[in-house]
């Protein structure tokens, strides 16, 4: 019985081993999902006013986080190099520190202040595969905006009395619609076949209009988990 076991085993992990495996001329999808962090190029601290009881804060950027879901199709060209497009939407943007400070005796909280993107994105990679499972890759994405707001929450305090304040202000008319940037990462596709892919998008083209000599470039990371089968 054991060794009728022992022998599903090992043909199990070989059909695993096999699947996982795409020959030269043949397609593959991966639908993905998972999360974002992304960063604005200059954006400039947040200053609170000094009045008296303040001397002038400044409140850093910071990244924020977001969401991504979409799919890639892949054509293995030989045993090394493949072509993948796909098409995703992501949330990316970029954020400033959650914090607290006085303004004349009132003590302010700040959380959750951010420009919130919205991105179909549609990326074009060429993936090298160093060993079985593990790539490089790199290439073009050309995405597509198709939201945007700025978000904050400011809650005050003086002795007992609270008020909280929440600001969700569209404003895609700010923004540059069209984005390009260069994907730079790295993906390990395990025998299931599940794929996690850690990349980098530099972003090449402004995204908010009007911004003088300033120059605000999507900076975001992109860590996905996706589950890759043959067509």
Do not use: C, H
Request: charged residues 15%; without cysteine; proline residues 3%.
């Amino acid at each position: 019985m054991m060794k009728k076991l022992l022998i599903m085993v090992v043909f199990m992990a070989a059909a695993l081993s096999a699947n996982a495996q795409f020959e030269p001329g043949t397609f593959s999808l991966q639908p993905k999902m998972g999360a974002t962090g992304s960063l604005l190029t200059n954006m400039p601290s947040v200053t609170v006013p000094n009045t008296g009881t303040t001397s002038g804060l400044s409140i850093d950027k910071a990244p924020t986080a977001g969401f991504i879901i979409g799919a890639e199709a892949e054509y293995q060209l030989t045993n090394t190099f493949s072509l993948a497009a796909g098409v995703n939407y992501a949330q990316q943007g970029s954020g400033w520190k959650d914090t607290d400070f006085n303004i004349s005796g009132t003590k302010v909280k700040m959380r959750d202040a951010k420009i919130e993107l919205g991105y179909v994105n549609v990326p074009i990679l060429l993936n090298a595969y160093l060993f079985k499972g593990f790539a490089l890759k790199a290439g073009v994405q050309l995405g597509f905006m198709t939201n945007a707001s700025e978000k904050v929450t400011v809650e005050g305090s003086a002795g007992n009395v609270t008020e909280k304040y929440e600001l969700d202000q569209d404003v895609m008319d700010n923004m540059e619609k069209f984005d390009v940037s260069i994907p730079v990462g790295v993906s390990y596709q395990f025998n299931v076949p599940i794929v996690i892919d850690a990349r980098y998008n530099i972003g090449l083209t402004n995204a908010i209009k009007d911004n003088g000599d300033e120059s605000y470039k999507n900076m975001s990371f992109q860590l996905t988990v996706g589950y890759k089968f043959a067509l």
